[in-house]
């Protein structure tokens, strides 16, 4: 094998110089890197506004951007997101509801098919008043107000309450000493259900009144009627919001007066099965069985006989803007 000639080898040393200082730079040799400029004092506290950047966009951005920004170089683009300032929940209506509690509902000698609402011992709880959003919800509001100054929910049960969440009322049905609803004649049909401007509300404070839709406890047969008209509602009881009911059911008011009725329904004991109970239902459902529906209908039932002794509408002279605090 032949060596390299002499040559050869001075060339390769021209063509890559090598130089032992290169690779140990001086102190201070950054400052030549820099020319010093005249400091432009119109400049000096001019605010340079950050990018706009869109949700989307920041998945496919390198790591290296993304670790060189401050917090405050993002500036997300939430015109998608609708504000619930910007949505007319101007109270036009308002409604009371009486409730009590029954303790001689389940006693023997109780009279066979008396209603709640004559309940002979009845314990009352307080009163609430809502406040209704019409000019947002106009069908929703109206069939609501119907259902009761038509005093269809007068002897209404209590019939699910999930502790820290919500409590639910107006099952129908044709049972009134069970406590269901058989909602009026006249309700208008509401094709506010199917309105995606009608789920902008959402659950974010105690004392929210929304029409229940995915949370409804009617049968399916009750549902399959055509004149069928959903009257069934829920209330939140707090202390937190509840996201897990936005897009489902729908916000048209809110609790005015009576708070602390809310509270006390809230903090009564529901029935809570075991574990094996539900493994046995969940089977049974799966297997198709129809009594696995209507033994899940007794769960979350409060253990005391929470009832609507009386409701109506307040009659007011001027509708008032809700404050900024109600949803």
């Known amino acids: 094998m032949a060596l390299p000639s002499s040559n050869a080898r001075t060339a390769s040393s021209t063509i890559y110089p090598v130089s032992l200082s290169s690779l140990h730079p001086r102190r201070n040799s950054h400052r030549a890197c820099f020319t010093p400029s005249k400091p432009n004092h119109n400049s000096t506290h001019k605010y340079i506004k950050p990018p706009k950047i869109p949700k989307r966009s920041l998945f496919f951005l390198p790591a290296s951007f993304l670790l060189l920004q401050t917090p405050s170089s993002f500036a997300i683009d939430d ?3 609708p504000s619930t300032s910007t949505i007319d929940t101007k109270i036009t209506d308002r409604i009371f509801m009486d409730f009590s509690v029954c303790p001689s509902y389940f006693r023997s000698d109780r009279t066979l098919g008396a209603e709640l609402s004559s309940c002979p011992d ?12 019409g000019r947002l919800l106009p069908v929703t509001t109206a069939n609501f107000k119907a259902t009761c100054t038509s005093a269809a929910y007068r002897g209404t049960l209590v ?19 069970k406590g269901e609803v058989q909602p009026p004649s006249g309700l208008v049909r509401n094709s506010e259900t199917v309105d995606p401007k009608a789920f902008e509300l959402r659950h974010e404070r105690p004392g929210t009144l929304s029409l229940c839709l995915g949370q409804n406890d009617d049968d399916d047969d009750i549902k399959l009627n055509p004149d069928y008209h959903n009257v069934e509602f829920l209330v939140t009881t707090g202390p937190g919001p509840c996201p897990e009911l936005d897009g489902q059911n729908i916000v048209f008011g809110t609790v005015l007066e009576g708070m602390d009725v809310i509270t006390s329904i809230a903090a009564i004991p529901t029935y809570k099965p075991a574990e094996r109970i539900r493994f046995f239902n969940d089977f049974a ?20 006989t929470v009832y609507i002794s009386d409701c109506g509408e307040l009659k007011v002279t001027k509708q008032s803007l809700s404050p900024p605090s109600l949803p």
């Open 122 to 133: 009845s314990e009352p709880l307080g009163r609430v008043v809502f406040g209704l959003y």
């Open 285 to 304: 459902q799966l297997i198709g069985d129809e009594r696995a529906q209507t033994a899940r209908a007794l769960w979350n039932l409060p253990l005391k």
């Open 79 to 81: 015109t998608s997101t």
């Open 159 to 177: 019939h699910k309450l999930l502790q820290g969440q919500f409590f639910a009322a107006g099952r129908q049905g044709s049972r009134r000493d």
